[in-house]
């Protein structure tokens, strides 16, 4: 019999009826009380769409978008092309490279499926490790100096482990690619979790090179918005031709009504500078923290995004095990193999978990897991 394989997002559907529901990283957090406001008058958003207009409130979109992040907003350099997921942005950059013969470095971990879709388009990979970033510049150096891809495809800050590509590293790749002629793909999707002295212009720096690159955009991880969501790539000017031909046959515009939707989430962020939805998940963190011991689940991630990557602290249990029991518990979480797809062995202590959630049911999944770990008593002493 043949073992059909399930990557992470089929696990994430059959997740979703559960209460205790940890395992997508979409965005299902209660509504601020001006959320709420904003969302009960809006109706009219959809009454008032006009695709007349609809290019100019993408363009504003964009624009408020991207000042949430501290980006700068060069529409005479990049073209916007809006998407209905981040996905489907990756679906586009994987076509485009295989159409053009590509290979790619892509980081290493991150969320399958942008290994799998790229594997799909038979794009040839490297693995680029996220160490090359956490190890220091000599760490870069050696690993820019054993890359043979054509393209570097980052996701920062990354999907499950938070690293950040600090601004010294990324103008280090950025001038790699510039002076090796190198194609720079750059996954920005939790970028708004930064901090103010953490987050740099990314467009600036990309823009002033005059590398081919592409920027893929989401709103998904952010703003519960029952999956209505305005992700967009932002593409360098030598790329527009071929990738806003293949955008165009997937999609005629997006709904003007989706566009006004988030826009007026990005609004309502920025009156704060996006300091609530920062402060949201580092608050659901520590009510984690609080619940759980960290003699059997300790945090191994840079404590910025709306996710837990979590190391289980015993001999005789891996991820995967402890998922199973939690599921048993009703507990859903995603185990560590996948995210790491060149080296599986890398994640199999790991667990991912969401934060984006009701903080009632964090601190309701943390005392599960506590009361699983003392069922379990000490690690050494069992099996
Ligand atoms: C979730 C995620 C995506 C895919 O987003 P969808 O809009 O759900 O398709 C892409 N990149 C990263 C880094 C993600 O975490």
Redesign the pocket.
């Known amino acids: 019999m043949t073992v059909v394989e399930r990557n992470l997002t089929q696990e994430e559907v059959d997740a979703l009826p559960f209460e205790l529901n940890l395992s997508d990283?979409?965005a299902f957090r209660p509504w601020t009380p001006a959320e709420s406001e904003m969302l009960s008058g809006s109706a009219r958003f959809f009454t008032e769409s006009d695709r007349r207009g609809g290019q100019r409130a993408e363009a504003e979109y964009i624009r408020r978008y991207l000042a949430l992040g501290a980006q700068s907003y060069l529409p005479g350099h990049f073209t916007g092309l809006m998407s209905y997921?981040?996905?489907?942005a990756?679906e586009m950059v994987a076509n485009l490279l295989r159409m053009r013969n590509l290979s790619a470095a892509l980081i290493e971990p991150?969320?399958d499926?942008?290994a799998d879709i790229l594997k799909r388009h038979d794009v040839p990979l490297q693995p680029f490790p996220e160490t090359a970033f956490t190890d220091g510049p000599a760490a870069l150096e050696r690993l820019l100096g054993t890359l043979t891809a054509d393209v570097i495809f980052l996701?920062s800050p990354?999907?499950p482990t938070g690293t950040v590509v600090g601004e010294e590293a990324f103008n280090r790749v950025v001038e790699y690619c510039r002076t090796n002629g190198k194609l720079l793909v750059l996954?920005g999707?939790?970028r708004i979790y930064l901090s103010d002295d953490e987050v740099y212009d990314h467009y600036g720096i990309l823009a002033a090179s005059g590398i081919d690159c592409v920027v893929?955009e989401?709103t998904?991880?952010v703003w519960p918005a029952a999956e209505l969501?305005a992700?967009f790539l932002s593409v360098s000017p030598n790329l527009v031709g071929a990738v806003s031909a293949m955008h165009s046959d997937f999609l005629l515009h997006l709904s003007p009504f989706t566009v006004r939707l988030i826009t007026e989430f990005v609004n309502l962020a920025e009156a704060d500078n996006g300091r609530y939805l920062r402060e949201l998940v580092l608050k659901n963190r520590e009510l984690f923290e609080k619940t759980v011991p960290t003699s059997f689940l300790s945090t191994d991630d840079t404590r910025k995004l709306g996710l837990a990557w979590l190391k289980v602290e015993r001999d005789d249990l891996d991820g995967e095990d402890v998922r199973k029991l939690l599921a048993e518990r009703g507990v859903q979480v995603l185990s560590g193999e996948r995210f790491y797809w060149a080296s599986p062995h890398l994640g199999r202590q790991h667990l991912r978990m969401a934060l984006l959630r009701d903080p009632d049911v964090v601190v309701r999944a943390g005392q599960v897991i506590a009361g699983l770990a003392e069922e379990l008593g000490d690690g050494r002493s069992r099996r």
């Open positions: 990283g979409h997921s981040a996905s489907m990756v991150c969320f499926n942008i996701v990354n999907n996954d999707c939790f893929i989401d998904g991880k969501k992700p």
